[in-house]
C-alpha cells in the first residue's frame, strides 16, 4: 500500500523556469492538500481540494496553481519559479469531511530555485 | 495571537522519563485536534488524533484536551531513544487545519 505518493523527490530550479510537482494517492480519499514546510514557519497550506473537480486557496496560494486531475492526482504547478519558492513541499490526502480526518502525508518533494 | 502555539523547544528528556508538550489554540470553535511526529527529513506521521475533552490514550501516548482553556497536550511515556522528532500540533477549525511550528524532542540514553 504507497499511501501518498510525490514526485520528484528533488528538484533544482533556476528563477524564472516553470515545473509541477505531481501527487497520487491510493487510499480512495476525496480530499487532498499541497503544504509547504520551511524552517521556523512550520506547515503552510498552499491550495486544497475538497473532492474531485474542485481547489480552494489556502493560505499562501500566491505563485501557484493546482489541478485535480482524478480522484487520485492532484498537481501543484509553479508558472514561474522563484526563490522564496525554496521549500520542501508535501502532499496530503484525508477521507470525506475535511478537517475532521485525519491528514496523510507523502514523502515530500524538496524543492531549490537558484 | 497565532492560531496554534506550540512551547519554544527542545526538549531534552533522560530514556524512560515522560516528555510532556503542550498546545494552545485561539479558535474557540476548533472541532479536531492532532499530533503528527516528524523525524528530521522525513514527513508528519499521525500519533494522535483527539475530539473531546479529556485524556485518550494509545501505547506511550496520551493525549489531552481541554476546549475550555483551549489547549490540547500530548505526553510520552518511557521516552524511547526512537521518540527524538519534532512534534506538530494541528487543529481545525474554520474549515482549515492549522499546524503550530513544532516542538523538537531528544531523548537522551
Known amino acids: 500500500n504507497a499511501g501518498v505518493t510525490q514526485t520528484p523527490k528533488f528538484q533544482v530550479l533556476k528563477t524564472g523556469q516553470s515545473m509541477t510537482l505531481q501527487c497520487a494517492q491510493d487510499?480512495?480519499?476525496?480530499?487532498m492538500y499541497w503544504y509547504r514546510q520551511d524552517p521556523g514557519m512550520g506547515l503552510r497550506l498552499i491550495y486544497y481540494s475538497a473532492s474531485e473537480g474542485t481547489t480552494d486557496k489556502g493560505e499562501v496560494p500566491n505563485g501557484y496553481n493546482v489541478s485535480r486531475l482524478n480522484k487520485r492526482e492532484f498537481s501543484l504547478r509553479l508558472e514561474s519559479a522563484a526563490p522564496s519558492q525554496t521549500s520542501v513541499y508535501f502532499c496530503a490526502s484525508s477521507e470525506a469531511g475535511t478537517g475532521y480526518k485525519p491528514q496523510h502525508f507523502g514523502d515530500g518533494t524538496r524543492l531549490s530555485i537558484l | 495571537q497565532k492560531e496554534v502555539e506550540q512551547n519554544s523547544g527542545p526538549l531534552s528528556v533522560p530514556e524512560g522519563a515522560i516528555a510532556s508538550l503542550n498546545c494552545t489554540y485561539s479558535?474557540?470553535?476548533?472541532?479536531?485536534f492532532f499530533w503528527y511526529r516528524q523525524y528530521s527529513g522525513k514527513s508528519p506521521e499521525l500519533i494522535m488524533s483527539i475530539y473531546s475533552n479529556g485524556d485518550k490514550e494509545d501505547g506511550r501516548f496520551t493525549a489531552q484536551l481541554n476546549k475550555a482553556s483551549q489547549y490540547v497536550s500530548l505526553l510520552i511515556r518511557d521516552s524511547q531513544p526512537s521518540d527524538s522528532a519534532t512534534y506538530l500540533c494541528a487543529v481545525y477549525g474554520n474549515n482549515r487545519l492549522a499546524f503550530g511550528k513544532g516542538n523538537q524532542v531528544v531523548v537522551i540514553p
Open positions: 487510499m480512495n480519499h476525496n480530499s
Open positions: 479558535d474557540r470553535g476548533s472541532q479536531s
